[in-house]
């Protein structure tokens, strides 16, 4: 394919596929580890990717008005974790001189996650309430529905079609002809009453029965994880107010439990001081003699982050609160950090704001509060920028300094929680002062059923043949010996 279509490709996408195995064994899941049509499958993705410049898209190349509808954006996760990729269809309106821009827009949004989160699957929503025949393009709906067939490969856990009506059943009887059987079992048609099956009500807007209050705005772009996390007395939107509360909370919650006649609201006024101990402490902090690293470490510019991307909770049943980052800067000065999380009201995150030496690592300690559980929908993000040898590494400091630092000089890293059922967890967590190493990581564990699945899918295609093959066999015996039985009673007749 290279030798006759190398002038088809962009050179980035042949050195990643060269690079990255992940990606490769993502187009032969998809096409059942079958290597002829894998390789057709990256052909055509390829070229696609070239002819739509998939690897130069941003926000600046793309019409703003594109953004500013809201009739495409990311925002929230299903019961499963996965995210959200949302089509309000009664925002698109049919123009051919639109389609190129719009498709652009998807493979833009597409590619934006893709980066972001590694290429964890998503879930399609088809938001069509208040939708009519006005608002069918079902050209545009077969490009959306080639983007995970053809091109983002095992990239689709469903897509869950809202409130459909029932003038559009003709058009989407059209749709499932493209859809191959794999992907038809992913077709949710759901409406108020069932929705919540797949998504909860947390994320779901009201007209859907559920009690999420966003509000689609642009710009910036839709970051739901950390723009506006959730608290206890709603979203705040300034960032220094957030951590301030969150940081102030957490010291509150944690006093309570050691002195509980103490006075809350002296608790709230000591509370700077206390963060501040606090993270001088945890700098200072000694290591546990057996801690030690996760198995995979997420490699970036300014700091190496174990694990990689998933923080592993027990569930209620197993107990399991804490979890450990390590960071640990591999550059010549200090870097500054800083961790947020969508959920401030259920973890406590020590240090959450302050600087890592060059050369040396730091560690992060994830606790939940008493009477929470971890969460699939939660994340976390942890921001990183160089610092200037001349400045210092107290709050005050830290606090100018995130406030000054251009957007461009931070590194950005996520990590997703992942919640553990059995009482021996899979990745590296922290209870009672002591560390435990995994046996296998999640994503081990995930590729090993995958292929299982995989193994079990065919198993079952080469059952059906043999009961085919032996129903065949059996009728055509059984017309053998009818025919065996026809020609004796013939011979008979004759002779009698």
């Known amino acids: 394919y290279l030798l006759d279509k190398s002038d088809k490709y962009d050179s980035r996408d042949v050195e990643r596929l060269q690079q990255d195995d992940k990606w490769v064994e993502n187009y032969l899941i998809w096409r059942h580890d079958v290597v002829d049509d894998t390789l057709k499958m990256?052909?055509?993705?390829?070229?696609?990717?070239?002819?739509?410049t998939v690897n130069d898209l941003s926000e600046s190349v793309l019409p703003k008005w594109l953004f500013e509808i809201g009739a495409l954006f990311l925002h929230g996760y299903d019961k499963e974790g996965y995210k959200l990729f949302w089509f309000k269809v009664k925002h698109h309106t049919r123009d051919p001189k639109?389609?190129?821009?719009?498709?652009?827009?998807?493979?833009?949004?597409?590619?934006?996650?893709?980066?972001?989160?590694?290429?964890?699957?998503?879930?399609?929503?088809?938001?069509?309430?208040?939708?009519?025949?006005?608002?069918?393009?079902?050209?545009?709906?077969?490009?959306?529905?080639?983007?995970?067939?053809?091109y983002y490969?095992?990239?689709?856990?469903?897509?869950?079609?809202?409130?459909?009506?029932?003038?559009?059943?003709?058009?989407?009887?059209?749709?499932?002809g493209w859809l191959g059987p794999d992907a038809i079992s992913m077709l949710k048609f759901t409406n108020k009453s069932d929705v919540q099956?797949?998504?909860?009500?947390?994320?779901?807007?009201?007209?859907?029965?559920?009690?999420?209050?966003?509000?689609?705005?642009?710009?910036?772009?839709?970051?739901?994880?950390?723009q506006t996390p959730l608290c206890e007395n709603g979203p705040i939107t300034n960032e220094d107010e957030h951590e301030s509360k969150e940081e102030i909370d957490a010291d509150t919650k944690e006093t309570g439990e050691v002195n509980e006649v103490q006075n809350l609201n002296q608790k709230k006024m000591n509370s700077i001081e206390h963060i501040s101990k606090s993270e001088e402490t945890d700098k200072t902090e000694v290591k546990p003699k057996n801690a030690k690293k996760a198995l995979t470490t997420f490699k970036g510019p300014l700091l190496h982050i174990s694990p990689a991307e998933e923080l592993y909770f027990?569930?209620?049943?197993?107990?399991?609160?804490?979890?450990?980052?390590?960071?640990?800067?591999?550059?010549?000065?200090?870097?500054?950090?800083?961790?947020?999380?969508?959920?401030?009201?259920?973890?406590?995150?020590?240090p959450s704001?302050?600087?890592?030496?060059?050369?040396?690592?730091?560690?992060?300690?994830?606790?939940?509060?008493?009477?929470?559980?971890?969460?699939?929908?939660?994340?976390?993000?942890?921001?990183?920028?160089?610092?200037?040898?001349s400045s210092g590494a107290g709050v005050p400091e830290l606090t100018q300094f995130w406030k000054d630092v251009p957007r461009t000089k931070v590194m950005e890293h996520r990590l997703r929680c992942h919640v553990i059922e059995s009482s021996k967890p899979s990745s590296l967590t922290l209870k009672d002062n002591a560390f435990n190493i995994p046996a296998k990581t999640n994503e081990d564990l995930h590729m090993q059923l995958t292929s299982l699945l995989q193994i079990n899918k065919r198993l079952e295609e080469q059952m059906h043949r043999c009961l085919w093959f032996q129903q065949l066999s059996v009728v055509l015996s059984l017309l053998s010996v009818t025919v065996a039985a026809f020609c004796f009673y013939l011979a008979y007749a004759q002779r009698s």
């Open 353 to 389: 704001n302050s600087s890592c030496e060059p050369g040396t690592s730091l560690d992060i300690i994830v606790s939940l509060h008493g009477g929470f559980a971890a969460s699939l929908q939660d994340r976390f993000l942890i921001m990183a920028a160089e610092m200037d040898q």
């Open 314 to 350: 027990g569930s209620k049943e197993t107990g399991e609160k804490k979890c450990l980052i390590v960071l640990t800067n591999v550059t010549k000065n200090v870097v500054a950090f800083k961790v947020r999380t969508t959920a401030p009201e259920k973890y406590r995150v020590k």
């Open 197 to 226: 099956e797949y998504i909860s009500g947390e994320y779901l807007p009201p007209h859907m029965g559920g009690t999420d209050s966003f509000k689609y705005s642009y710009p910036p772009l839709v970051d739901d994880d950390f």
């Open 153 to 176: 490969p095992n990239f689709l856990t469903k897509i869950v079609i809202f409130e459909m009506p029932w003038i559009m059943n003709a058009a989407f009887k059209i749709v499932k």
């Open 42 to 52: 990256i052909d055509e993705s390829f070229q696609w990717r070239k002819e739509y």
């Open 98 to 150: 639109q389609q190129l821009d719009k498709k652009k827009l998807v493979a833009f949004w597409l590619e934006h996650y893709a980066k972001r989160d590694h290429g964890k699957p998503l879930t399609v929503v088809f938001d069509m309430a208040e939708t009519g025949i006005s608002h069918i393009d079902l050209d545009f709906v077969r490009f959306i529905v080639n983007c995970f067939t053809d």
